[in-house]
C-alpha cells in the first residue's frame, strides 16, 4: 500500500483518532489475521464467529503493526470506523458482528482501497466476472500481463467486500494491474465492488446457475453480472462471451468499447480448431484482427479455452502482438489450489482435484474433462466421478442435482459417488437417465467415499472430486493420493 499516517487514514475513512496523535506512518500490508502482520502493517480489527480481532490488537501492534482500524476503542493506536446503516442493501455483515462493528471496518476499508487505487495514476483495474471460471481466468491474465509489468490477483477466490479491498491495497506505486474477481449475492453488490474499485477493463464470463437462490432467476443473475460493463468508463473496455446470449446481450448496457470472445463467428478474439490431448488440455488456433497465432495450453479441461480467450483479449487491447500471447498463454499454469489439479499415482490411477468449488456449469465442465481424459486411451479407463451437493441454487437445487447425474449418465462416466444427502437428486437423476447396478451410489459423508474408493479403485482408473467448497471433498483426493503412495 502507498505510505499514509493514521491521521490521513482517519480523514480519509471519516473515522477518528484512539491512543495516537495519528503520527504512525502504514508502509507495511493490510491484514486481518495477526499471523501474517508485515512490519508498518495495518491490522483490521473484525469480530467473528468465535474471536474478535478487537482483542487482539495489542498483539498486532506488538508483531510489528502501526496501528489498527477497529469498530471500536481498543488497547492500542487505532483509527475507529464510524458506524454504518447495516440495513443499506450492500452492508456486508460478517458471521459473528452482532453489534455492525465489523461492518463499519468494511466500510472503512473500502473508502481507503478506493482513495489508494484513484491516487495511483499508472495503475489499470481488470474485472471478472461469471458464474463460474472467475478464479481460473484472474489467474491466467495475471499470468499474461506479468511481463509488461508488475500485477496484483486476490488469492484463490478472495472476491467479496473483505477480500476486494483488501486485494486492491495490496497495490504501490510500482503496480500497474490490479486483477480483481467481483462476486454478489444480490443486485447492487458488483456495481458497489466497482465503487471501491472502479475498473477500467470489465469480463464478464458466463451466466449459468449459481447464486441462483439470491438472484431468483438467470436473467436476474445477468442483471446483477452486467453491473460490472455498466460501471466501465466511455474509454474502457467491456469483454464479453459471445457463446453466451445473456452475455453477448450487455453489450447494450456499457459505454465502453465492445469485445467479443468465443468460438461464435462473430466473436472478435476467437478461438477455432480445437483439439484436446490426452490429460484434456486445449490446442487451438487464436483468431483475431492482427492475425493468429496457435495456442498450446498447459492447463485441463476444456473450458481453458474460453477462459484464455478473454486473457487474450486483454493483453491484445494492451497492445500485446498474437504470436505474443499465444507464447503467454502456453505458459500458463495452474495457481489457484484444487481447481483440476491432476496427478497420476505410481500405480496408474489418476486424481482430478477439482474440489475448490462446485456449480452446475463448473460441474458439467469438470464431467467432460472427466469423460475426455479416460477416453484418450484404448481401451478407455474407468471413470470415477466423486461429486458433492452444490449450494445456492435455491428452489432449484433438486433439478439441477437430477441434471447433473443424468449429464454423468450420459458421458458414460463408469462409476457415480454421490456424497450427502442434499445431493441425492444427483443420485436419483442418474438411475432415471438409465444408470443401473451399483455404477450410482449414495454415501453419507466424506470418510465413507474414502472407505469406498480406497476399496474399488483400481490401477488406471481416472477419478475426479468435486463439490462446493463449504464440504472440504479435496480431503478425499489427498486421501486417495497418500493411499496411493502406500
Avoid at 77 to 87: E, G
Avoid at 448 to 471: C, F, H, M, Q, T
Wanted: glycine fraction near 10%; charged fraction near 25%.
Amino acid at each position: 500500500m502507498i505510505a499514509l499516517t493514521l491521521a490521513e487514514i482517519a480523514k480519509i475513512v471519516g473515522g477518528r483518532l484512539h491512543a495516537t496523535d495519528g503520527s504512525q506512518v502504514v508502509t507495511g500490508t493490510v491484514e486481518f489475521d495477526t499471523r501474517k502482520i508485515t512490519e508498518g502493517g495495518l491490522f483490521l480489527a473484525l469480530p467473528g464467529e468465535r474471536v474478535d480481532g478487537h482483542d487482539f490488537a495489542a498483539q498486532a501492534v506488538a508483531a510489528g503493526a502501526a496501528g489498527v482500524l477497529a469498530g471500536h476503542e481498543v488497547d492500542a493506536p487505532a483509527v475507529i470506523a464510524p458506524p454504518v446503516d447495516t440495513r443499506h442493501s450492500n452492508a456486508y455483515v460478517l458471521a459473528g458482528d452482532k453489534t455492525g462493528e465489523g461492518a463499519a471496518v468494511l466500510e472503512a476499508l473500502a473508502k481507503l482501497a478506493r482513495h489508494v487505487t484513484d491516487r495511483l495514476a499508472d495503475l489499470t483495474i481488470i474485472g471478472i466476472t461469471g458464474s463460474a471460471g472467475k478464479t481460473s481466468t484472474k489467474d491466467l491474465i495475471a499470468q499474461v500481463l506479468r511481463p509488461v509489468g508488475e500485477v496484483i490477483a486476490p488469492p484463490e477466490s478472495f472476491n467479496n467486500e473483505l477480500g476486494h479491498p483488501w486485494t486492491a491495497l495490496r497495490s504501490g506505486e510500482d503496480t500497474r494491474f490490479l486483477v480483481l474477481e467481483l462476486s454478489a449475492r444480490g443486485i447492487g453488490h458488483i456495481a458497489h465492488l466497482c465503487e471501491i474499485a472502479p475498473p477500467k477493463f470489465g469480463a464478464v464470463l458466463n451466466v449459468g446457475t449459481a447464486h441462483l437462490s439470491e438472484f431468483g432467476s438467470r436473467e436476474g443473475i445477468a442483471r446483477g453480472k452486467g453491473e460490472l460493463v455498466e460501471a466501465l468508463p466511455e474509454d474502457g473496455v467491456a469483454i464479453l462471451n459471445a457463446d453466451d446470449p445473456l452475455v453477448a446481450g450487455m453489450a447494450s448496457r456499457t459505454r465502453a468499447k465492445v469485445v467479443l470472445v468465443g468460438e461464435h463467428p462473430d466473436a472478435d478474439v476467437r478461438a477455432e480448431g480445437i483439439e484436446l490431448d490426452e490429460q484434456a488440455r486445449a490446442s487451438f488456433t487464436l483468431k483475431t484482427a492482427r492475425g493468429d497465432a496457435r495456442v498450446k495450453l498447459a492447463l485441463n479441461g476444456p473450458h481453458q479455452v474460453g477462459n484464455a480467450l478473454v486473457a487474450a483479449a486483454i493483453a491484445l487491447e494492451l497492445g500485446a502482438t498474437p504470436a505474443e500471447v499465444a507464447h503467454r498463454l502456453g505458459g500458463a499454469q495452474r495457481v489457484s489450489a484444487h481447481r483440476m489439479v491432476i496427478t497420476d499415482r505410481a500405480d496408474g490411477v489418476t486424481v482430478i482435484d477439482d474440489a475448490y468449488n462446485a456449480n452446475p456449469d463448473s460441474v458439467r465442465a469438470a464431467l467432460k474433462a472427466l469423460a475426455t481424459i479416460s477416453r484418450a486411451t484404448t481401451p478407455a479407463r474407468r471413470s470415477w466421478a466423486v461429486l458433492g451437493p452444490m449450494a445456492e441454487l435455491g428452489d432449484d437445487a433438486v433439478r439441477e442435482h437430477d441434471e447433473i447425474g443424468r449429464l454423468a449418465v450420459r458421458l458414460d462416466i463408469s462409476k457415480l459417488v454421490v456424497i450427502g444427502d442434499a445431493a441425492r437428486a444427483m443420485h436419483q437423476g442418474a438411475h432415471l437417465e438409465g444408470s443401473w447396478g451399483d455404477e450410482s451410489v449414495l454415501v453419507p459423508d466424506a470418510d465413507a467415499a474414502i472407505a469406498l474408493l480406497r476399496k474399488e479403485v483400481r490401477p488406471g482408473d481416472v477419478v475426479l472430486v468435486k463439490a462446493s467448497n463449504a464440504y472440504r471433498l479435496w480431503r478425499i483426493a489427498e486421501a486417495l493420493l497418500e493411499a496411493g503412495t502406500k
